[in-house]
Every structure is written in C-alpha cells, then in structure tokens.
C-alpha cells in the first residue's frame, strides 16, 4: 500500500534533468557549497559542484559541472564543462559544453560555449560566443596503420 522502502519516484532517475530542477546531489560525486559559506580565491576541483553560498575569485572546473543554485552568489570568471545558473552570476563563463540559465538566473558577463539555453525569466547582459566543437577523431582501419609501420621500418633500415 504505502510501498516502504522502495523509491516512489522512479520517474525521475531515469529522465533527463531540466532546466530549473535540481538534481539529487549525492555526496560522492557532487561537492556544495552551502548557502552561509562565503569563499575569496581560485576555486577547483575534480568533481561536480553546487554553489550556494558567495563566491569571489575564479572557478576551475575544466571536466566537471557546476551548478550555480537560487541561492548562489558568485562574482567570478568560471571555466566548467557544462553550467546552470539559476542564481546571480557576475563574471564570464567559459564551457566546453551546455551553459543553461533558468527562470530567476542573472548574469552579467560574456558566455562563451558550444550550446545555450536560456529560460524565459532569466535575465543575461553580455555577449554569446558560440564554437563549433571539435569534430571527433576516427581511428584509422588497421590496414591504414599496418601500411603505415611498414613504411617507417623501411626509412629506418
């Protein structure tokens, strides 16, 4: 009846996240920053973040995602592979990946990234700059690489 023990809400591991809601943060993977904790200098790490408290300085995040929650206020230039803002961000952000701004978000900065969203309510005053990823890189057929070889063991005998 009351199903104890399972999880009721099943749905919601196995769709994708939107913009707006959070995703369940769990302590192993994800760092927070809380909202009473205020931090000045070079912010890194190798694992998702959720920032929100204050931040001043620069964000590091090159592989990893950051998530600037409601209560976020960061005064920073951030360098992440994929960034949702839903709180005030002053400062540029710079992503290989997705930058997302939610309803309530506001950022005064540049973006420079290769996919955007922003949400109707989020309020952005700075310039886009989008890139073409990267395209990716085929290895090449066996043969390919066999011929290859043999081309420079024949140079160097």
């Not at 995602?65 to 005030?88: C, F, M, P, W, Y």
């Amino acid at each position: 009846m009351f199903k104890k023990g399972q999880d009721t809400d099943s749905s919601a591991a196995s769709s994708p996240l939107r913009i707006g809601e959070q995703q369940r943060i769990h302590s192993k993977n994800v760092s927070v920053i809380g909202p009473t904790l205020v931090f000045k200098g070079e912010l890194s790490a190798d694992e998702d973040l959720v920032i929100e408290g204050t931040i001043e300085g620069t964000i590091a995040h090159h592989k990893k995602n950051l998530t600037i929650g409601k209560e976020g206020r960061v005064t920073a230039d951030i360098h992440a592979s994929s960034v949702l803002v839903e709180g005030q961000l002053n400062g540029d952000i710079h992503s290989d990946g997705l930058v997302s701004l939610a309803k309530g978000a506001m950022v005064i900065g540049n973006i420079y990234c290769t996919r955007i969203v922003m949400e109707d309510g989020a309020q952005f005053n700075g310039k886009i700059e989008m890139t073409i990823p990267a395209p990716l890189k085929i290895a090449p057929e066996p043969e390919e690489v066999e011929e290859e070889f043999e081309e420079a063991e024949n140079l160097t005998a």
